[in-house]
Each structure stands twice: as structure tokens, then as C-alpha cells.
């Protein structure tokens, strides 16, 4: 079944409305009016993201350079906030009626796999630049061998540190190269030390992508699962040792929290030690008065700590867009014009592209320089490879977070929570990549 | 009941005030969250501030570019106002047909009415979103002020049904024999007498339609159009740095008229009948 | 004859704006979302014909079941703690008390706040682990927990939240007592009776249609409950499910997870379900809701 325009069988079923009032004609001879009216060469672009106010500032911003830079170009900005955002986009693919360019996060691969992102292959080498960008970054707006999507910013996890309650805790801060057992040593030493403060919060989905790459496992690679069961029995082991053992942050406390930085257990003074993506220190540093420091997640046993450059947001554009080159173009001047990179700053990650990466660090922030130095260490340290989310991302992580929480609670054993992760998993990654 | 009047009275004001605070408890935390600087929010459990500012409002007022929350409070209320017009007029004509008209196919289109509102939002959401980009008013006030206009809104057509019928027939009845048509009943007797249903029904479309996001976010695609909830959410990212202290804040200011609102309204609601009364 | 066509007419001129509206922009929506409950449809991809395939699906999928319980339990507890609510404060609001105006717009604040943002935040400071309640409760010694955040318990932060926001019920109520004729009381006090019969026999009875409509719509509201799981577990109706209600599963399962056509499989299960119990109450009300004059 091939229908181009999916909203044809919403109108079709909607058709007591189009027929009593004829509207669709009317509206359609409308806006050619307007179109007619305004200059004919005169190309428009929705671009959509979302963000917090820095962010909208700065994007509008650019725009503005854009706009006059390129004269025949005119740009609606739809931007909002993160709630509802996917929600609106979704219903506007339904209804063929997407922005021309989207931000997205790491769900990019299930809108890929379901043929509404544009391809830009056409136009790498041309219009768009990918010369200077990390080979790990380009990788990773590529699914089946085209490139989709620019990367805005690139991250990579870490481990956000309170100073100020080590200090209070009278607890040494980690050396550089710290195993798991200084990890789980220290937390326990934090709570004991501490009075309503727990040493750490637990990991979660994204830690589990980094242990999975300390077993020398890959997540997934083309569609097919790279862990088994076990991997999953080990991690949740793993973490059950270390609760034990009196470092973990009650289940209850971690479940009321937010990932929303104001909101972490770390800002409300509730755990010293969380794992955070590094474009977010600066965010979590501005919202509390204590010390925060950044620093690397701890190793295993080899000596490998499993941390990888990962792309904090994507810039793409709608397959059914009718400017493919415009958009193209417009991608390009987001991630290496010089002076859109500078109004873009830092706010989505460490800017891909080597030289703008360059010119911004020498202007960059206290907080900045933390996240630049780290992602370049990061990424001169580290051989794991880049492994994109699971296909079906925000099922996938609901579900992880579900059995977490389930064993956390002691509602089910390791071994059932572990079997129903994993029962569960093969069918959702199977739900959404057959095609 | 040997309980003297005064005690009686008393305890009664005790339990009022006593209740009255848990209620109003979350406007007082809105309140004192919002005149805390942007770095205590979170890290400062009391509820009176150790420090305050009315930087978040001055930040929060002046929103993003150079779109100020005054343009969020102007479209909000330009599309709350045509709602509670639209729901006023035809939702009461058709609740005036259920209740006091007779005609073919009644009970099916009742039921048919009820249906609507049983069924959930999100699965109508997608074809509806269709119909109003066919329509070509995707980015306009049409698809959140047109359909009031229509009498979608079930809930109101229902309640004023049940109000409608509890009012005496025999009105209807001298009425005729005094030479009036349905017109003239809906207009002269029905609706004066329903004033409490529709007051009722201006008074929580306006609220609804105030605080109404997701209809709202889904239709309305630039800022200039934005409404006050929109307008709140633009300084939030859970993925990212929020303005919570512009969010309270703002909040603050948009509890604020449809606080005064529902002052007002509530005393027409109680006391506006009790002067017309009614002749059984 | 001619009459009644007139009549006929009558009554469809004034059904006009909601026939149109039905019709134009209700319906369409209405058939394409039960038409897509028996195919698969992603939203993105054109949506493919599975016939009943989600219904079997849904009815052995745990987490279906799961967000029925949830729902359940909502139900059961917090429709009738609201309506209960509703009614004792609006008669308790509907006496001629000093500045009543105020406690009436104070009663109703709660309900004001409705789907806020701040809403979450809130309830965390109040159930949370440093909330007030568990400051109360260390004054009494007693050990407290997180509340909104346990398995345990969360479902009853949240009964408790829209319990809290009884103030729609509560006008209804008052704008339902408020249109009962004095002239009723008058007349039953020259007969001698006291204020408890008098509530007995016109109060409640004189009630009952706003009794009833507010009974549909309770029922209604609290089986298609969302937002305040929604915005208190951040959409994930967490921890381990404990708040997964059922339209917010419905609505993970169509935006979140892009299986539109489970989604609406549900949907019209909910409707099938809501119809009867309707159709129940409204069988029952002959013998207890009562019309002035019987009332058609």
C-alpha cells in the first residue's frame, strides 16, 4: 500500500467536512495567492527544535546571520520546549505537514527506519562540508550507509563529582584511573560519612552502554543484538553489590528525581556522585552553590573504561522536503560557518567540527573547558566503538528503567527481571527494524 | 445537635480555615519559588526565601527574542474568549434541543454526543490534525476557536441538559399558551433561568482553554502565535538548562486572572439566581 | 402534521452548530481511529491492516493489564472521595458565611493549577522524602518514606492529587444547589420540617440530575485519567509501573512507542467499556434521578 500524502486517508475519512464546506480548495488557492504575492524566488524553511531559552536565543540568532546572508531564504522558526515536542513532530509526519529541518535526539534511527529523514548523501562534498567533522560523528548520523543527519554537539558520559560533600565527608576524591571497587568503596564511605547523602545514584540505561562495552560486548550492530542475557544478570548484579555495600541512593529517592539538571539528585544534595553527558556540567554547576567537578567513569579490571564520543543532538532534514539543496545548505552554515558556530556556542555539546572546536575553546567558559578537555581526552583515549541506540529508544529505555526499578524495589529477583528484560527486548528491537 | 449556635459556628470556621490553608498551600510555595533566586529553588528546602528577587519575572516577562509573555497573555486570551462565546451559544442550543425538543433520531445523536467525549484525545489527535492542514489553518487560532464554535465540547452540552431539565415544564407550557415559539422559550425562560449552568460553563471553558497545552502546542507552530502555557514551557528542557524561576513566576502572573475570574463569577453563580426566583 | 415537521425543524436548527461540527470534524476522526485499531500503523509509514491482531495482543501483554489495575484502583477510590468532597464542601460553601466568596475562589485554586508544570514539583515537595507530610510525621516519631516515589504508594499520592482538585465537581454542585426554588424550603418549613428532612427530601432529590451528570463524568474523567501521572512520573507512569495508567500507556504505546493502532485498539476497548457503565447508570437513574415533572 504506497500513499504518498498519508493525510489523504485522514481527508478521506473526513470528507463530510471538506464536502459541506469546500474549505480545502479555498485554503489551497489561498496560500498560492500568497505565495504569488511574495517574491517568487523567495524559498521558506520551518526549522523546529527544541530547547531551554539560551538555546532559542542563540538559534534565532544564527537564523538572523542566515537570513541575511542568504537573502532569498526565509526561515519560520517553530521552537518549544522538550514537552510535547516528539508528540507534535510525530503528528505532523502523520499528516505530511513536518518542518523542512528537525532537531532530534538519540531516537534519530526510528524516524531513519521509517523513511522521513532526507538522506544528504547527494550533498556531502557539495553543499554540505563534512570534512573537518569527527569521523566517530559522522558515523553516527549514518544508518545503512547514508548519511542523515549533522551532529550538533558531541558528548560523553562521565561522572559528576559534589567536591564540597567529599570534602565535608572527609573522603579522598578518586585518582585518575579508578576501578569500579574505588568506585563502590567510595560510595559506601560518602554514605556512611553523611548524614542524608548517599555516595551514588545508580547508573541506569545509559551506564549499562558503557559496562557493555566493558565485557567487550557491542550492544547491537545491524539490527542484531550483541548481548545475551547474562550481560544483563551481570550488570544488575553488579549494581546490587554496590547497594549492599551502602553506596547507592534508595530506590525511592532516584525514582522522584529528574533528569532534568535543577532537578538531579546531585543539585538537591542527595547523592555525591552522578553520572551526567558532558554538555550538561555547566547546567548542573549553575543550579547549586557546591563545587561540581567531572570526571572520568571508572574502569574495569583491564583498564578500560568504555566511555565513547556519543552525538548529543542531530540536525536533519524532512524526506518530503521540496528544498532538499536549501536545506542542505542550511545544515552546513549551522555546524562550520564560523560565526553561526560562535552565536551556537557550546549549548548542544562540543561542536564537531575540528576547526570551529578550535576557534571556540579559546573563548570558552570555565565550565566549557571542563567539557571540551574532556571530550578530547575522551576521544584520544578511547577504542570503543560508536554503537547507536537501540532501535525503538524511548521503549527500550522505559523498559530498562521499569526492571531496574522492579528489582531495586525488591519486587522481582535479578534472574526474572534480567529474563524479562531480555525476553522483552528481543521483541521490541524486532518490532522495529523489520522492513 | 446540643452544640450552641457560636460553637457550631466556630468550628465550622475553624475547619474552613484549617482547609482553606492546605488549599491554597501550593500558590503560597508558587509564590515564595518565585521570588527565590534561580540557584536556591532547588537547594533551598524552606518555604520563605533567604533571599529575594524579581529577577525571574523580569527574565520570564521577556521570554525569547524580543516576544514578550505580553503577546502569550493577548493570545491567550483572545482564544479563550471566542471559546467561552462558542461553547455559551451552541452548546446551549443544543442542549436545548436534548432536553426540551422533540425529534427523530434523538436518542441516537444523544448517544452519539456522550460517545464523543468517552473516547480518549490521542487517538483522534492525528486525523483530526489532518482535517485542519487540508483546511490550510495549521498555525492559526481556527482549529482551537472553530470547533467551540461547533459545539464540540460534549461536557457542556451534557451539563446543560441536566440543568435544562431540572427546570419546571410547566414554564414551557404557559409559556406557549402565551403565544411563545422555541425561540422565545430558549431565550426568555431556558436560558435565564440556567444562568448558574451558564456561568458555570463560561467559567470553565475560559480555565480549561487557559491552560490548555497540548491542542494548543500542536496548532499554534511560531511564537508569535504562542499562549501562556506555551509561552511556560519555553524555558523548559529536561533534557537540558531550564528557567524554572520564569516558570514559577509566570505561573504566578497566569493563575493570576483566572484567580480574579473565578472571584468574580463564583458570586453570579450563587447569588444570581436568588434574585430571579423561581415560580414553581 | 405540518406541526410536527416544524417542530422537527425547530429542533434541528438549534442542533444545527453541533450537527456540523459532529459531523465536520468529530466523526471523521472518530471512524479513522477505530478503522486504524485493526491495522498497524507507525504514523510515520502508511498504516497496514492486521485485523484483530492488536485486541489479541493487548489482552496478553502484562503491561495492559498492569495500567487496567492501576486504573481500577484509581477508580474505585478517588471518584467517590472526589464526589463526596465536592458535595460536602458545596453545601458547606453554599451557606451565607462572612467573605464565603473567598473560601469558595481559595477551594478552587487547586483545581486552577490543573495540569501546571509546577504541579510535579509540588507534589514532590509534599510527598517526597524531605516533603512536608513527612515533616509532620516526624514530629509524631514516625519514620517517613518518598511517598510519591514508591511502588507502594504512589498511586495514592495521586488519588489524593485529584481528590484535591475537587473544585470542578464542587461548582457543579453549587451551581446545581443554587437553582433548586427556595420557594421549596419556604414551604416545607410552614409543613414543619426540620433542616435534615428537608436535605433528605428536596435537597437530594432536587439534586440528582447534577448527581448524575457529575457520576457520568467522574466516571469518565478517572477512566481516562492522564495528566496527573503524566506530569508527576514525567510520562513514564513509574516506579516499576505502580502509576501506569491506562491512557497513559495508550498514550506511550502511540506517540512514544509508534504503535498508533494499539493505541487506538485501546482506545475503542475504553469506549466499549465506558458505554456500558453509562448505559448502566443511565438505566438506573429512572429510578433515582429526579426530573421536574419527569422531564423526558
Known amino acids: 500500500m504506497q500513499i504518498k500524502n498519508r493525510g489523504l486517508i485522514f481527508s478521506f475519512l473526513g470528507v463530510f467536512l471538506l464536502s459541506a464546506c469546500g474549505g480545502e480548495e479555498n485554503a489551497d488557492s489561498e496560500s498560492e495567492e500568497q505565495d504569488q504575492s511574495s517574491d517568487a524566488d523567495q524559498i521558506e524553511l520551518r526549522v523546529a527544535w527544541w530547547g531551554g531559552q539560551e538555546r532559542h536565543d542563540q538559534t534565532l540568532e544564527m537564523i538572523e546571520l542566515y537570513e541575511e546572508k542568504n537573502p532569498d531564504v526565509t526561515i519560520e522558526a517553530e521552537y518549544s520546549g522538550f514537552d510535547g515536542y516528539f508528540d507534535q513532530l510525530s503528528t505532523q509526519f502523520a499528516a505530511g505537514n513536518a518542518p523542512d529541518i528537525i532537531q532530534y535526539g538519540g531516537n534519530l534511527n526510528d524516524f531513519v527506519s521509517r523513511d522521513v529523514v532526507l538522506p544528504l548523501d547527494d550533498y556531502v562534498g557539495e553543499e554540505l562540508d563534512l570534512s573537518n567533522h569527527d569521523e566517530a560523528m559522522v558515523e553516527a548520523g549514518t544508518f545503512d550507509d547514508q548519511f542523515y543527519g549533522v551532529t550538533l554537539g558531541t558528548n560523553a558520559w562521565g561522572v559528576l563529582i559534589n567536591e564540597t560533600l567529599f570534602e565535608e565527608a572527609n573522603v579522598s576524591l578518586p585518582g585518575e584511573e579508578w576501578t569500579w571497587d574505588d568506585f563502590d568503596q567510595t560510595a559506601a564511605e560518602l554514605t556512611e560519612a553523611l548524614d542524608g547523602v548517599y555516595g551514588t545514584e545508580y547508573f541506569d540505561h545509559n551506564g549499562f552502554g558503557i559496562f557493555v562495552d566493558q565485557r567487550g560486548k557491542i550492544l547491537h550492530e545491524d539490527g ?13 548484579s553488579h549494581w546490587e553489590a554496590i547497594r549492599d555495600h551502602g553506596g547507592v541512593v534508595l530506590p525511592e529517592i532516584q525514582a522522584a528525581s529528574s533528569t532534568t539538571p535543577e532537578q538531579s539528585m546531585i543539585v538537591q544534595g542527595e547523592v555525591a556522585m552522578q553520572l551526567i553527558p558532558s554538555n550538561l556540567y555547566g547546567a548542573h554547576n549553575n543550579a547549586t552553590e557546591d563545587d561540581l567537578a567531572f570526571h572520568i567513569h571508572p574502569y574495569n579490571e583491564e583498564g578500560r573504561h568504555g566511555v565513547s564520543l556519543r552525538p548529543s543532538q542531530f540536525m536533519a532534514g524532512y524526506s518530503e522536503t521540496e528544498h532538499p539543496q536549501e536545506v542542505a545548505e542550511f545544515l552546513d552554515f549551522m555546524v562550520n560557518d564560523p560565526e553561526a558556530t560562535e552565536i551556537l556556542g557550546s549549548n548542544r555539546g562540543v561542536p564537531v567540527n575540528a576547526e570551529v572546536r578550535a576557534n571556540l575553546i579559546e573563548s570558552a567558559s570555565e565550565e566549557d573547558k571542563v567539557m571540551y578537555e574532556y571530550v578530547d581526552w575522551v576521544s584520544s583515549t578511547s577504542d570503543s566503538p560508536y554503537v547507536p541506540n537501540l532501535p525503538g529508544y524511548n521503549e527500550t529505555e522505559a523498559l530498562f528503567q521499569e526492571m ?32 | 445537635m446540643t452544640w450552641s449556635l457560636p460553637l457550631r459556628k466556630f468550628l465550622l470556621y475553624a475547619f474552613i480555615i484549617i482547609f482553606g490553608f492546605v488549599m491554597l498551600y501550593p500558590i503560597i510555595w508558587l509564590l ?9 529553588i532547588f537547594s533551598e528546602p524552606g518555604l520563605w526565601p533567604s533571599e529575594f528577587t524579581l529577577e525571574n519575572y523580569v527574565k520570564g516577562w521577556n521570554a525569547v527574542g524580543d516576544v514578550t509573555f505580553g503577546l502569550f497573555f493577548k493570545n491567550s486570551f483572545v482564544i479563550s474568549i471566542i471559546a467561552v462565546l462558542g461553547n455559551l451559544l451552541t452548546c446551549s442550543m443544543a442542549a436545548f434541543a436534548f432536553s426540551r425538543l422533540d425529534f427523530p433520531l434523538k436518542k441516537v445523536f444523544f448517544s452519539c454526543m456522550l460517545l464523543t467525549i468517552m473516547l480518549p484525545t490521542h487517538v483522534t489527535l492525528v486525523p483530526q490534525y489532518a482535517i485542519f492542514h487540508n483546511l490550510g489553518w495549521i498555525n492559526t487560532i481556527l482549529p482551537l476557536t472553530v470547533p467551540k464554535l461547533l459545539a464540540t465540547d460534549a461536557f457542556f452540552i451534557f451539563l446543560m441538559v441536566q440543568f435544562f431539565r431540572g427546570i419546571p415544564k410547566e414554564l414551557d407550557e404557559s409559556a ?71 516558570v514559577f513566576a509566570m505561573s504566578v502572573l497566569s493563575l493570576l486572572p483566572i484567580m480574579i475570574l473565578f472571584f468574580l463569577f463564583q458570586r453570579q453563580i450563587v447569588e444570581g439566581i436568588a434574585t430571579t426566583g423561581v415560580k414553581g | 402534521m405540518r406541526h410536527i415537521r416544524k417542530n422537527t ?94 473560601y469558595r475562589t481559595v477551594y ?4 486552577l493549577l490543573g495540569g501546571s508544570v509546577a504541579i510535579a514539583l509540588l507534589w514532590k515537595n509534599i510527598f517526597g522524602f524531605e516533603g512536608i507530610v513527612n515533616d509532620f510525621l516526624a514530629i509524631l516519631g514516625i519514620e517517613g518514606r518518598s511517598w510519591v516515589s514508591h511502588p507502594d504508594y504512589a498511586l495514592y499520592t495521586l488519588i489524593i492529587l485529584a481528590v484535591w ?32 428532612s428537608q436535605f433528605k427530601s428536596i435537597t437530594i432529590p432536587m439534586l440528582t440530575p447534577v448527581i448524575l451528570f457529575n457520576l457520568v463524568i467522574e466516571l469518565i474523567k478517572a477512566l481516562q485519567v ?9 510520562g513514564t507512569g513509574g516506579p516499576s509501573g505502580s502509576t501506569l495508567f491506562y491512557t497513559l500507556l495508550l498514550y506511550q504505546k502511540g506517540f512514544s512507542y509508534f504503535e498508533m493502532g494499539y493505541a487506538s485498539a485501546m482506545a475503542w476497548i475504553l469506549v466499549l467499556v465506558l458505554a456500558t457503565l453509562t448505559a448502566l447508570i443511565f438505566f438506573s437513574s429512572k429510578y433515582w434521578v429526579h426530573y421536574e415533572n419527569g422531564g423526558s
Open chain 2, 176 to 246: 406557549i399558551i402565551d403565544g411563545c415559539g422555541p425561540f422565545q422559550i430558549y431565550s426568555r425562560i431556558i436560558l435565564p433561568l440556567a444562568e448558574p449552568a451558564l456561568l458555570t460553563t463560561a467559567i470553565f471553558t475560559f480555565i480549561w482553554t487557559w491552560d490548555d497545552f497540548f491542542s494548543q502546542l500542536l496548532y499554534l507552530n511560531t511564537v508569535e502565535n504562542f499562549t501562556v502555557p506555551l509561552g511556560l514551557r519555553l524555558f523548559l528542557d529536561s533534557q537540558g538548562e531550564s528557567l524554572w524561576g520564569a
Open chain 1, 404 to 435: 531496574s526499578e522492579s528489582i531495586a524495589f525488591d519486587q522481582i529477583s535479578i534472574e526474572e527481571g534480567a529474563a524479562e528484560y531480555w525476553q522483552s527486548l528481543q521483541e521490541i528491537v524486532e518490532n522495529n527494524t523489520e522492513d
Open chain 2, 32 to 40: 515564595a519559588s518565585s521570588l527565590k533566586p534561580e540557584s536556591l
Open chain 3, 9 to 102: 425543524i425547530t429542533a434541528y436548527l438549534f442542533l444545527l452548530p453541533w450537527l456540523i461540527g459532529f459531523f465536520g470534524l468529530v466523526l471523521g476522526p472518530m471512524v479513522s481511529s477505530l478503522y486504524l485499531s485493526f491495522t498497524e500503523y507507525d504514523l510515520l509509514t502508511a498504516p497496514e491492516w492486521v485485523g484483530l491482531q492488536n485486541f489479541i495482543e493487548m489482552f496478553q501483554d502484562s503491561n495492559f493489564w498492569q495500567s487496567v489495575r492501576v486504573t481500577l484502583g484509581f477508580v474505585l477510590i478517588g471518584v467517590p472521595g472526589q464526589l463526596f468532597f465536592a458535595l460536602f464542601i458545596a453545601l458547606l460553601l453554599n451557606k451565607g458565611l462572612k467573605g464565603i466568596g473567598l
Open chain 3, 108 to 111: 478552587y485554586i487547586p483545581s
Open chain 3, 226 to 234: 492522564f495528566t496527573p501521572a503524566y506530569i508527576v512520573s514525567e
Open chain 1, 224 to 236: 542484531e543484538l550483541g548481548i545475551n542475557q547474562e550481560d544483563v544478570e551481570a550488570w544488575f
Open chain 3, 165 to 196: 482538585q475537587f473544585g470542578a465537581s464542587m461548582v457543579i454542585f453549587l451551581a446545581g444547589l443554587k437553582q433548586i426554588p427556595g420557594e421549596l424550603y419556604d414551604a416545607s418549613a410552614v409543613d414543619g420540617a426540620g433542616k435534615f
